[in-house]
């Protein structure tokens, strides 16, 4: 099968966050698996365009006064989509609604990882309801386009499946929910003397309970819940460190100024995040709902199951889906500064007692979270939408 694969950003370039480890394990998977596969993101040499787009993301609310001013830019962007040519490929698979947008093929999948609307507005913590409105209006009309060319749409969790029925009205029956993929031969567990050994090579401690929060500052992620959290336990019996990127870290670092067992890292690329992983006692995704827009199916949750570690997240959005509570995982209530500190406590004191929950997280990882077996699922799909392009 000939297979496009087309993304609004360069997973090539940016190798972190879950879309980018996404498109990469999708296209790796496809490969071993005997498709001919081509992907087609924005060239690394287009400087401008980057610096345009990070600006966007990091400070959403700057997006409607950048479309203005570089207007053009935007445009050859959405050309350098539209003027492809793809009718020799058999399926076109897009990873984002921007990609999509002027897209022009009878078999097309769209995997939406989250929001574009929503999202614009919830990576900004200040943002007047004017601009919000001109941006949220400008993104959905993206949106609104791209689902109805869209012939099949994968969401990585249910709630963004009820969001593109609801929302665009899109069929139920072409909509289908695969929960992200984990490269389980790089995300594994370590022994005891692994990960002591990892702990120099990161310049940790060696007998302190390190809780690690792989996460984007973004209001959405509860990063700053979190904070605050570790902020009333300022033992060295514990560290805590983040890694991520977004514009809430100032605010993560005074909040735990007066803490001399926290790092605030900025975002590390996958190739290397996974001794992060591993060096790690406990991995915490601290997510709430905001702007209504809750986290999908976290790839940091499953990238922690499947190193066998106690994972805690909160009970929203695709989490709730995936993790037991005290079977694979721990499940807390959202926005709870005391139930985090109190969780973080009690594994500690009782962190023999875990061994089994974290076989039970890799096990449940391996066997439903595989990359090779997140591609498969897909290809499925592929020949379906194929199927049914050609009756």
Do not use: W
């Not at 921007?98 to 609307?117: E, F, W």
């Not at 209504?292 to 949750?301: G, H, I, Q, R």
């Amino acid at each position: 099968m000939k297979i496009a694969i087309l993304s609004f950003d360069n997973s090539k370039v940016i190798n972190y966050g879950g879309k980018h480890i996404h498109q990469n394990l999708l296209e790796r998977a496809l490969k071993i698996l005997g498709h001919d596969v081509t992907t087609f993101y924005p060239p690394i040499e287009s400087k401008k365009f980057f610096q345009i787009l990070k600006i966007i993301l990091s400070n959403p609310a700057s997006l409607f006064s950048y479309y203005v001013r570089y207007k053009k830019k935007f445009q050859d962007r959405f050309h350098l989509f539209s003027s492809l040519k793809l009718d020799n490929f058999d399926i076109v698979h897009c990873h984002d609604v921007g990609s999509l947008y002027n897209i022009d093929h009878p078999s097309t999948v769209l995997t939406l990882h989250g929001y574009l609307a929503r999202e614009a507005v919830n990576y900004s913590p200040t943002i007047s309801e004017k601009d919000k409105r001109k941006i949220f209006d400008f993104c959905m009309q993206i949106e609104k386009s791209a689902v109805k060319k869209a012939k099949h749409i994968i969401t990585v969790d249910s709630r963004l499946k009820n969001y593109v029925i609801q929302e665009f009205g899109y069929p139920e029956d072409k909509v289908t929910v695969i929960y992200n993929a984990v490269d389980t031969d790089l995300f594994k567990p370590v022994t005891d003397e692994e990960k002591i050994l990892l702990r120099g090579e990161l310049g940790f401690p060696k007998d302190t309970f390190i809780v690690f929060v792989p996460r984007r500052y973004v209001k959405k992620n509860g990063v700053d819940y979190a904070a605050r959290a570790f902020s009333k336990i300022k033992s060295n019996d514990y560290l805590f460190v983040f890694a991520g990127r977004g514009l809430l870290k100032s605010e993560i670092q005074e909040i735990l100024k007066d803490n001399s067992n926290a790092l605030i890292l900025d975002a590390i690329p996958n190739a290397e995040i996974h001794k992060y992983y591993k060096a790690a006692d406990l991995i915490l995704i601290p997510s709430v709902s905001s702007d209504d827009v809750e986290e999908a199916t976290s790839l940091s949750m499953l990238e922690g199951m499947a190193c066998g570690k106690v994972v805690v997240c909160t009970n929203v959005g695709g989490m709730k889906e995936v993790v037991k509570h005290m079977e694979n995982g721990i499940l807390i209530e959202q926005k709870n500064v005391d139930a985090i500190v109190e969780t973080l406590h009690y594994v500690k004191n009782n962190y023999d007692n875990f061994s089994e929950l974290r076989q039970r997280a890799r096990e449940y990882v391996v066997k439903n979270h595989s990359y090779i077996e997140h591609a498969k699922k897909i290809v499925e799909i592929y020949e379906k939408v194929i199927s049914e392009t050609r009756r």
